[in-house]
């Protein structure tokens, strides 16, 4: 699965989730997943922050929006395409380093992953 340049491999199952790039073995692999960012979607949380030592600090989280493409790996042929939401709910951290404010686009959990790429996965099509 590749998420916004980066490389995740999740089970698919509900077992737990691993970064690694390495496992299955490129010969094992049937399906080739890339969600690419689209753009923001809804305002879903802003965090204020404030320190009696520090400036003031805002987090902004939007919701992405992405189109996940779905690949034959064996041959590359394009099996299908479909939109689909970042995360659609966050939370504040309690405690932030110090910092100017910022923006962060919430990419698709792995909850997320697993409805959208679960038929393929099962050899359906959705």
Same mark, same amino acid.
């Given at each position: 699965?590749?998420?916004?340049?980066?490389?995740?491999?999740?089970?698919?199952?509900?077992?737990?989730?691993?970064?690694?790039?390495?496992?299955?073995?490129?010969?094992?692999?049937?399906?080739?997943?890339?969600?690419?960012?689209?753009?923001?979607?809804?305002?879903?949380?802003?965090?204020?922050?404030?320190?009696? @030592? !520090? %400036?003031? &600090?805002?987090?902004?989280?939007?919701?992405? /929006?992405?189109?996940?493409?779905?690949?034959?790996?064996?041959?590359?042929?394009?099996?299908?395409?479909?939109?689909?939401?970042?995360?659609?709910?966050?939370?504040?951290?309690?405690?932030?380093?110090?910092?100017?404010?910022?923006?962060?686009?919430?990419?698709?959990? @792995? !909850? %997320?992953? &697993?409805?959208?790429?679960?038929?393929?996965? /099962?050899?359906?099509?959705?």
């Amino acid at each position: 699965m590749h998420v916004n340049g980066l490389l995740h491999q999740f089970s698919g199952s509900g077992d737990r989730d691993r970064v690694d790039p390495f496992t299955p073995l490129p010969e094992q692999v049937q399906l080739v997943a890339c969600a690419e960012y689209q753009g923001r979607g809804k305002l879903l949380k802003e965090c204020r922050y404030t320190a009696p @030592d !520090a %400036a003031p &600090r805002t987090i902004t989280h939007y919701e992405g /929006r992405y189109r996940m493409r779905v690949y034959e790996a064996r041959t590359g042929r394009l099996i299908g395409t479909q939109g689909m939401a970042g995360q659609t709910s966050v939370s504040c951290t309690p405690f932030v380093k110090e910092g100017a404010d910022s923006v962060v686009t919430e990419a698709p959990d @792995d !909850a %997320a992953l &697993r409805a959208v790429l679960g038929p393929y996965a /099962r050899g359906a099509r959705p």
